[in-house]
């Protein structure tokens, strides 16, 4: 069986370097991008050129985001997300990266994870830098655009929705209220860069862990790749779960094509789950 594989490779590694996509969220209702053969979906997401070089762009992205927002805010942690923090609270979890923006790592008591294509609950500022919370800029859109509160649609990934056949010219994006500047939610978008330090980070912990664990991610993108590239050149083993084929199939020790809860749910089997390490093998670099 799959999973009593999954379990003697996570109980054979002490230090895991866990990487998550997007099917770890899925059960919490954020739908993923990809289909099982790795292609998009729906309509590919908004890129980061067309984003920051074009007003009208923004405004279609921000009303979409008005609606799906309320969503996204609502969204709870599943098993998947609950069975990755009990692993990180036995100590056997080197680090927990995530390409997810929607913070149900956190949620479920990952507080260690890290963020590597930032967090949609935030927004900041492209000119000055400044942060702010989403859910306060959601306050300012309603007030700017109150015809558009009663919209509902069919939720997309990290906060989209899909609105089509709307007339987005009218839809009013207010500029940062100290600079003036464009505001842009604080996630790495489709097409921009992972900041190098969250990229270093996360590979020194790479490199302190005694093998990979991919939940969740077909790792297309190559941000998330990179690290599958690297766990294979250091020679370290690699297992991934997830439904469709992932871009590192051919560097895997072990594939689970099961959903991330029902692959992840002996870990949070009283009885069955693994045994704690010694504390002086747990560190922390971050
Ligand atoms: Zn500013």
């Known amino acids: 069986m799959n999973d009593h594989r999954l379990r003697e490779f996570i109980e054979r590694h002490s230090r895991l370097f866990i990487l998550t996509g997007a099917g770890c969220s899925t059960e919490s209702g954020i739908p993923d991008y990809r289909d099982a053969d790795g292609d998009w979906k729906r309509t590919a997401p908004v890129m980061y050129q067309a984003f920051v070089g074009d007003a009208a762009i923004r405004r279609r992205y921000w009303a979409r985001s008005l609606v799906g927002w309320r969503r996204l805010r609502a969204a709870r942690p599943n098993d ?9 609270q036995q100590g056997r979890v080197e680090a927990l990266v995530t390409q997810n923006v929607d913070r149900l790592h956190q949620a479920a008591g990952s507080t260690e994870a890290i963020d590597l294509h930032g967090r949609i609950d935030m927004v900041r500022c492209m000119s000055c830098q400044r942060r702010l919370a989403r859910e306060q800029l959601q306050g300012d859109f309603l007030r700017l655009n109150p015809a558009w509160a009663g919209l509902d649609a069919l939720q997309a990934p990290d906060g989209d929705a899909d609105l089509e056949g709307l007339d987005f010219s009218s839809f009013q994006v207010p500029p940062c209220a100290h600079c003036g500047g464009v505001l842009k939610p604080d996630v790495v978008f489709f097409g921009e860069s992972v900041p190098p330090d969250r990229v270093r980070t996360s590979m020194a912990h790479l490199m302190q862990a005694d093998a990979m664990l991919v939940v969740g991610s077909s790792l297309m993108v190559y941000s998330g790749y990179r690290f599958a590239q690297a766990a294979a050149l250091a020679g370290k083993p690699i297992a991934a779960v997830n439904l469709g084929r992932t871009r590192a199939d051919g560097l895997l020790t072990l594939k689970v094509t099961l959903t991330c809860s029902v692959a992840l749910a002996f870990l949070l089997q009283p009885t069955r ?10 560190t922390a670099i971050r």
């Open 80 to 88: 998947a997300h609950r069975a990755l923090a009990r692993l990180q």
């Open 273 to 282: 789950g693994v045994n704690r390490p010694p504390a002086a093998s747990i």
